[in-house]
T-cell receptor, first 113, second 113 residues
């Protein structure tokens, strides 16, 4: 059974803290994505990666960075968390050999106090 | 940038009724996908329809695509309480970044037993 896992389902952090959100997929997918989801705004793409050590900015990269040192792992980093980064964060992966179907993790609900 | 827009934003029906959700998009596409999200969880891929297809079925799901109107519809027949979820359409972008999808804001479906 294919799987995308995220390191935490719920996370509470304080303003100014450095936050790491980890995503791991076991499908040998080249493409990995980080989205945030907010009520009324839908899913917005933060960053994506097509290969190891490769990253591209999405629609809302400000305040975030990413790391992809291994093919199966894609990390989202909040350098200095702020309250407006309180959100649901969703990781996804896909294969360029397929038809762009994305497989999603369960999500991390992050609260920044 | 928002490509797909679902309509209606919310839909409430009785168990056994059919549910129809619509999606409009703006640019040429290679394919259009529909996803489901149960409350507080990740998205799950339901069905994909290619730009050269007009209709596709999968179980109780029926998807249509009208590329001349840049619109798609998702029909769920004989709905069940377990169909209660948010439904999102997602489009790739013809000639755009490989693997990237643009999601709409979703239709929240409530099926009452």
């Amino acid at each position: 059974d294919v799987k995308v896992t995220q390191s935490s389902r719920y996370l509470v952090k304080r303003t100014g803290e450095k936050v790491f959100l980890e995503c791991v997929q076991d499908m040998d997918h080249e493409n990995m994505f980080w989205y945030r989801q907010d009520p009324g705004l839908g899913l917005r793409l933060i960053y994506f990666s097509y290969d190891v050590k490769m990253k591209e900015k999405g629609d809302i990269p400000e305040g975030y960075s990413v790391s992809r040192e291994k093919k199966e792992r894609f990390s989202l980093i909040l350098e200095s968390a702020s309250t407006n980064q309180t959100s649901m964060y969703l990781c996804a992966s896909s294969s360029p050999r397929g038809e762009d179907e994305q497989f999603f993790g369960p999500g991390t609900r992050l609260t920044v106090l | 940038s928002q490509q797909g827009e679902e309509d209606p934003q919310a839909l409430s029906i009785q168990e056994g009724e059919n549910a129809t959700m619509n999606c409009s998009y703006k640019t040429s596409i290679n394919n259009l996908q529909w996803y489901r999200q149960n409350s507080g969880r990740g998205l799950v891929h339901l069905i994909l329809i290619r730009s050269n297809e007009r209709e596709k079925h999968s179980g109780r799901l029926r998807v249509t695509l009208d590329t001349s109107k840049k619109s798609s519809s998702l029909l769920i027949t004989a709905s069940r309480a377990a169909d209660t979820a948010s439904y999102f359409c997602a489009t790739d972008s013809y000639g755009g970044s490989q693997g990237n999808l643009i999601f709409g804001k979703g239709t929240k479906l409530s099926v009452k037993p």
